[in-house]
């Protein structure tokens, strides 16, 4: 657990490491303070590396007004020893960044992806088992489907799935912004489609299956062609949750709105939603879990059950197929489903 803080706890452990005080900014001037504006993790498993934790910061001046933004990379060992690796500035605001493992000319190389606000993606490559980085100018060779000119906004949510043709991305933004994108593997042809939302996206994620890969026959030539079929989970903090038919078939890019789920918007602000069990769960600043069958059910998609939690949820990770960890403005709990 990492709070805002930098308090970064270890829960089975119980181990907790203060990170503002392996960053080094002693030179803070009177009055300012700095506070943690997202992370992300990756596993290593390595004998010197369990992971790697990458971290972005603002720092507050005394009218508590963001004057400075920077990175800080962590490298936690097997007896979790967490060590500082790097540290970069940024121009602008900060509000999502991912680290990613992705083969490329046989090689696993790993990846620092950080999102500006109003600004392009940079991309770090980590190098010498994550202790050192390099830049990478531009990004579009390793991450065409990520790479837009100018972002419309924060990045606040992101999701990416692959399969052998094709490489999808759909990056959600505090201005309630959606951008879809899809590239051929082997082309490098980014095919992309935007929608707007009310409110800052708080939920965008891939249903993990079905897919749909149709190979067949165009019309020219009788080249075989492909048609591959997504669905995507969307929606901005004021809701409702959408459930979106993604279609990529003969180079022309498509989504509907298939479906919406009952209710979804009727229990505060929506913070999070997982797929558990083949169930959607989303979560709610009102502390309540509402949980839907399949998303792939289009018969049926009222609210199965509620789990109450007493505190605004944060956020929620799927531990395995009957337990969700949900994180609230409490605290950790364990959620069972027994049901499911």
């Known amino acids: ?69 920077f990175g800080a990379l962590f490298k936690i060992s097997p007896t979790l020893h967490v060590e500082l690796t790097n540290k970069l500035e940024a121009l602008a605001p900060v509000a999502h960044c991912r680290l990613l493992e992705r083969v490329i000319s046989s090689a696993e190389n790993k990846y ?18 994550c202790d050192d980085m390099t830049v990478l100018e531009g990004g579009f060779d390793e991450f065409p489907e990520v790479c837009l000119d100018e972002f419309a906004g924060a990045v606040t949510r992101s999701a990416m799935i692959s399969s052998p043709k094709l ?20 082309s490098k042809i980014v095919h992309r489609k935007l929608i707007k939302f009310s409110g800052p996206v708080s939920v965008v994620m891939f249903v993990p299956e079905p897919l749909m890969q149709t190979p067949g026959l165009s019309d020219v030539g009788e080249v075989e062609s492909t048609l591959e079929e997504r669905f995507l989970v969307v929606s901005s903090t004021l809701g409702p949750v959408a459930i979106w038919r993604c279609l ?13 789920l009952s209710q979804s918007e009727q229990f505060d602000s929506i913070t999070s939603a997982c797929i558990i069990s083949g169930n959607i769960a989303v ?49 950790l709990h364990t959620v069972k489903r027994s049901d499911l």
């Open 283 to 331: 979560g709610t600043y009102s502390g309540k879990i509402l949980f839907y069958t399949s998303p792939c059910d289009f018969v049926s998609h009222e609210i199965a059950s509620i789990t109450q939690i007493h505190s605004p949820i944060v956020n929620m990770k799927v531990l395995d197929e009957k337990t969700l960890c949900v994180l609230s403005t409490a605290g």
């Open 248 to 260: 990529f078939e003969d180079g022309t890019l498509s989504w509907n709105n298939e479906i919406l």
């Open 112 to 129: 620092w992806l950080i999102f500006e606000a109003g600004k392009s993606l940079s991309v770090y490559k980590l190098e010498k088992d």
């Open 1 to 69: 657990l990492l709070n805002v803080y930098g308090r970064l706890h270890f829960v089975e452990e119980n181990k907790i490491v203060c990170l503002s005080k392996l960053l080094g900014e002693k030179a803070l001037k009177s009055g300012h303070s700095i506070e943690l504006c997202c992370a992300d993790v990756l596993a290593q498993n390595t004998a010197s590396s369990l992971a790697v934790l990458a971290t972005f910061w603002v720092e507050l001046n005394e009218h508590f007004c963001p004057c400075r933004h």
């Open 167 to 186: 490489k999808w991305c759909a990056l959600g933004f505090d201005t309630g912004r959606v951008v879809l994108s899809v590239v051929d593997v082997e």
